[in-house]
Structure formats: C-alpha cells, structure tokens
C-alpha cells in the first residue's frame, strides 16, 4: 500500500471551507507559509504539504513524489479545493494536478504557481547538485534571496541542506512530457526584481491550460512568500483588483478565433465602427474588426473608460491619467493599459514570402550587420523582435516626436533584458534631441509562444499583470457565460 502524504493545517476555518494546499520551494518547510496562518483564517483550510526530509518526516528515505502527493489530495476533493506551489513548488503542483486528472477524480478550482520557471524549462537548482555545500549555500543568497545568515547558523543549514538536496535531484531528473493542456485556471504570481525567474518567462505557463490564465507582478524578489505574503493572500481569496496603480501595466491577450460572441456583437459598435465594418469584403477580417472593437471597449468599460480619441484619460475616483494600445495579428489581439502613454505591439511567428525585404525595411545598419551574423534560423523571430520593439515606441509616442522606426534601434541588447532605443546611424544629425528624448523610453518583450509582443513605457520598469481572454470572460449582461 502507497504511503500517504501528511499535511500541515495552518488556519482556523468554519466547516465545509475551500481547501488549499501548499507546495514549498526547494528544502522549504511548512514554516515557508506561516505569514498565511492570518491571512487566511476564517477563509480557507490551509494545508501544506509535508515532504520528505523535512519537519515530521526528516528520517524517511525516499525522494520528493508529485504521484504520492496526487494520491493523499485525492482523498479530500469531495470539497472544493487550489494548489498553489512556490519556485519548485509551482513544478510539482503542476505535476500533481496532471496525476490528479489522470487518476479521474474532481480537478482543483485553480492552480496558483509563485516565481515558478514553466515546467518544459530546466530548473536551475537542478544543475547546482554537484556544488559543496557552502558554494550552494552562496548560490541560495545571491540568486535566489535567500536570507544572508544562513552562512553563520550551521543548526540550520544541517536541517534545510538534506531536504535541499532531496528536491534538487528530483528536479535533475525531471523531464517535462508534453500532453494536453490542464484544463484549469492558473494564477502565476511573480517578483519584479526576481534574479532566477524573471515575470516575463512566466508567461509560458499559459500553455499549460486550456481555461483562464493570469500573471501578477510584485514589487519584490524570489521569495516574496515571506515578504508579500498579505498581498499574495489578498489575490487568490479575492481575486484581481480591477484599479490600475501608477506603476503597473494592465496586459490582455485573446484570441478571436476563440472568442465567437465578442465578433458577433456587432450592436455595440459606434457608428463610425459599423460603416468600417461594413466595407470589409473578406468575412473572416469584418468579424475579427468586429471582435477588436468590441474587446477594447468592454476592457476598457470594466476601468470606466469610453473608447474614443487616443490620449491619456481621467480614470475614475480621481486616479491618474491612462492610455491604451491595441495590436493585432492575425486573429491574435493584445491590449495594454497603463497610467500614463503605452504601446504595444504583436507578431505572430510566421513564414514571410520575402524575408530580405522585410529584414531591410525594418532593420537599420547596425542591426543588419547583426542579424547579418545570426544563424539563418534565428534570423526571423529576432527580425521580430526588433520589429515589436520598434512599432510599441512608435505607437507609445503620440504626445512626443513622431519618430519614423528606421530612425532607432536596439542593436546590441540582448533578448530577455529591458531594450533602450538608439539613435540609428542614419540619424546622426538628429542625435542630440532625439537620442535625448527615445532614452526615456523602456521597451520589455513578452515571449507568447506562438507570437511575440513588447510593451513600451516612459518609466524605468513597471509591475506587469497579464490575462488570457476566454469565451465567457467579459459577456454583455444578460449573456450567459459559455465556458
């Protein structure tokens, strides 16, 4: 018989309440949750998982068991119950969501994964086994935020390295195997000033689910379980505040392909939007204008903003002014909100009939010279990439110079890092001014598996929260959600 998995209930709780169930990062412990026994009490029944090597269960011989774990949640989803797993927590919860819909049994009502690299990409703790202990102890403050003391406690140390190293060689020998999505919302909370997992990666786990995806951004490092752990609490028990804060960035991506009802409202449009509409002669693009407009507008009603003339507006409550960029391609669309001016800009990855061209249109002469240099695979998404980058200046920039995208570029910066636009060389006699005023602009990528997309802002970093459209997400009242 299967040795069940213990847990750790942290909260009071009224009978029948939601359960959650906690996976802790790499040689974490219940304590790793300890700031949520108030934040959730009264709310839901906290859980946390007790894995081997650690609290309880220091003696027993065995590794880390996502099938194990799968078994002993099995006996309690009679009520209704999420996951949520830190760093190589968010790996094994997923793992375990996966045995749980393998073992046929009633699916959590939300997966939640914090500062969590997508399972298809190698964990880096999982390359770290070869180090002595002291080394690995350096790699734990200086990567991962670890706390500095652990070098001067060796009481600690000698409880948390076995656990550690239990966990890191089940992630050496992980191997993500491909199957169909989970068909269950994930939440996916990350740290902004994060070293090993930066937000933008995150976003590939919303290839992992076939319903909602969302990504919340925190002005914090790895371990913000110990540092944010209110501002966590408060998301999952009451779900996304709908308020846009200075420094964030509100980012929407649908597809309408998916999305029926939003390209058949055709009664919400202006009427400058119907007679646009109408003079589609392709039914496929009428619909996909018709769903465009649509989304924007209901997006921005859920902020209370009319759609109309571009520009920054007033939002509700007194709140700072916000701008909004729609880009498209394809049936893709992508929307951003921020306070203050935005762009944005998506491409999906897809054969051009004539690449030169395209290469020599967007890039200028230091770029080229680059691209020029790039093995012939590479060359098309990281064109794309520029192209993006360029294009979400460009449509950012209304209230500044209308700056042609062949007069900067972005040679020389390297993918995943935040881009700063260049003068081109073609430019050098606007130099002065221009470099001056395109220096004040960031532009952050956004890796969206089949498409790539960049967000432009006038503001050294900002938080980043994401969201997948779904059909049923923003229906009319008086629609029925379907699905």
């Not at 003696?59 to 078994?71: F, H, N, Q, T, V």
């Not at 209110?230 to 999305?259: K, N």
């Not at 007033?314 to 049936?331: F, I, K, M, N, V």
């Not at 606007?430 to 969206?448: D, K």
């Amino acid at each position: 018989m299967l040795p069940e998995t213990p847990f750790a209930s942290l909260t009071r709780y009224p009978p029948g309440a939601p359960l959650l169930f906690c996976l802790p990062y790499a040689g974490g412990d219940v304590s790793a949750f300890w700031a949520w026994k108030q934040a959730f009490d009264g709310v839901f029944d906290v859980r946390v998982v007790m894995l081997p090597g650690r609290e309880g269960r220091v003696a027993e011989p065995g590794a880390l068991s996502p099938e194990l774990i799968a078994r002993s949640i099995a006996a309690h989803t009679g009520t209704p119950y999420s996951i949520y797993g830190h760093s190589m927590g968010g790996r094994v919860a997923f793992e375990v969501v996966r045995e749980l819909r393998r073992l046929g049994v009633r699916a959590p009502e939300c997966l939640y994964v914090g500062a969590a690299h997508p399972p298809e990409r190698q964990e880096t703790l999982g390359r770290w086994t070869g180090l002595g202990d002291e080394d690995l102890i350096e790699e734990l403050i200086h990567r991962l935020d670890a706390p500095a003391d652990l070098r001067t406690q060796p009481e600690l140390k000698a409880l948390l390295i076995p656990a550690l190293r239990t966990d890191m060689e089940w992630l050496r020998h992980y191997r993500f195997a491909r199957q169909e999505p989970l068909d269950v919302p994930i939440i996916a909370f990350a740290g902004a000033h994060d070293r090993e997992v930066a937000h933008p990666g995150m976003l590939a786990w919303a290839r992992h689910t076939s319903s909602t995806f969302r990504l919340h951004t925190l002005d914090a490092a790895h371990l913000f379980l110990t540092t944010h752990a209110d501002q966590v609490a408060r998301t999952i028990a009451d779900g996304p505040h709908r308020g846009l804060a200075a420094d964030e960035v509100h980012v929407w991506l649908a597809d309408l392909d998916e999305l029926p009802e939003l390209c058949a409202a055709v009664e919400e449009l202006s009427p400058k939007e119907a007679a646009r509409a109408a003079r589609f002669r392709q039914e496929d693009q009428r619909r996909r204008f018709v769903g465009r407009s649509v989304l924007l507008r209901r997006l921005l009603g859920e902020y209370g903003i009319e759609p109309g003339a571009g520009g920054p507006r007033t939002l509700p409550g007194g709140g700072s002014g916000a701008g909004h960029s729609l880009s498209h391609s394809g049936g893709l669309v992508l929307v951003a909100l921020a306070a203050g001016r935005v762009g944005a800009a998506l491409e999906r990855f897809r054969p051009l009939a004539d690449e030169q061209s395209f290469f020599d249109g967007v890039l200028d002469e230091r770029e080229r010279d680059e691209y020029a240099g790039l093995p012939e695979e590479l060359r098309l998404p990281s064109a794309l990439r520029t192209w993006t980058a360029k294009e979400a200046v460009s449509r950012a920039t209304g209230d500044g110079p209308r700056v042609d995208p062949a007069l900067f570029g972005f040679a020389g910066q390297r993918p995943g890092a935040t881009w700063v636009p260049e003068v081109a060389p073609e430019a050098a006699q606007q130099a002065g001014q221009l470099a001056e005023w395109l220096a004040e602009w960031r532009v952050t990528h956004l890796p969206l598996g089949r498409a790539t997309a960049a967000i432009a802002v006038r503001a050294p970093r900002f938080l980043l929260r994401f969201e997948t459209v779904r059909q049923g997400r923003l229906v009319r009242p008086g629609v029925e959600a379907a699905g």
